[in-house]
């Protein structure tokens, strides 16, 4: 994405920044569905997957952050769609609203939550070599 918007400042092309995109959303979206498998086959290989599966067994393979992301995609896309073909999103919120709300959870909380992500991924990290 950072590259593409770079391309797209520098050379003022709009369809560069919105393929990035949508090919980012897309591979982001396979990952909801890759990630829970490589889990479940993972366990499996290693005999922790039980005979009978029940839901209680579904939060093992399935990140809270996969459940999060496939659940604010189906609440932009249906609040998207609503507005467009209904007038308000989700309902509730025009046009104006809608973009303002999406503008702020996408960039300000958005920034908000990634930098305390990565501070989250740097403070798990240690500098000691493991050699075994």
Known sequence: MGSALTYKMMYGD??????AAITKLTRNLCLAGVIPYLAWSH???AGEVPKTFAM???????PLFVVGFVGMACVRSTGDMMLANEGLALGVMDAT???????FLGGTAGTALLGT???AVGLNTSAKVHVT
Do not use: G, I, N, Y
Not at 14 to 19: C, N
């Open 97 to 103: 609203q809608w973009k303002q709300t999406t503008s």
């Open 43 to 45: 366990a499996q290989a």
């Open 56 to 62: 209680k067994d579904l939060s093992k393979f399935v």
């Open 117 to 119: 992500a990565m501070a």
């Open 14 to 19: 709009e369809l560069a920044l919105k393929v």
